[in-house]
């Protein structure tokens, strides 16, 4: 059972236009092992926000990858919940934000989070193998398109990846 939830591949899809919509979303910087554990509750913050203000989500939630130190280890990123239109937010932790569409690299990674953050390097590696260069000033988009609510099985887990691309 142990050797089944390890399971993780990666399929690259190639280049796509993504984006273009408002969402809700928290930011911080963290150390690159609790980034896990920071997400979850950034998204729980951001979901309590919006059943309060009676704002519904437009789609899955995503995380935006703003900068990683490498030295530090540790990573800048925000955790976002898409909606329909740009909303006056009255919390001083949450924002409403517009990603404007891009053309990127679109990846699926397949399996835990856990084997995510090594598979950054060989996601680079592959793109520029292609001929492709990555935006030094754009955020990369995970979308965990079937996630721990949709099934326990981390082996089951499909994340999205965007890259923005020249």
């Known amino acids: 059972m142990t050797k089944e939830m390890e399971k993780h591949s990666i399929n690259y899809k190639g280049i796509v ?4 919509g408002f969402y809700l979303s928290i930011t911080i910087t963290c150390k690159n092992e609790e980034a896990p554990q920071k997400t979850e509750e950034m998204f729980q913050n951001i979901g309590e926000y919006m059943k309060l203000n ?3 989500s437009s789609g899955k939630p ?4 703003h900068s990683i130190d490498l030295e530090r280890k540790t990573v800048t990123f925000s955790a976002c919940i898409p909606v329909n239109e740009k909303i006056e937010i009255k919390d001083v932790l949450i924002d409403c934000n517009y990603l404007k569409p891009q053309r990127a690299f679109k990846i699926n990674f397949k399996g835990s ?9 060989v996601f680079y590696k592959t793109l520029n193998e292609q001929g492709y260069a990555p935006i030094k000033k754009g955020y990369s988009v995970e979308i965990g398109t079937i996630n721990p609510n949709d099934t326990p099985n ?3 887990w499909l994340t999205e990846i965007y890259i923005p691309i020249q």
Request: charged content about 15%.
């Open 54 to 56: 009676e704002i519904y």
């Open 154 to 156: 981390p082996a089951d």
């Open 17 to 20: 236009e993504y984006g273009g």
């Open 113 to 121: 989070y856990e084997f995510l953050p090594a598979s950054w390097p």
């Open 62 to 65: 995503f995380t935006l990858n």
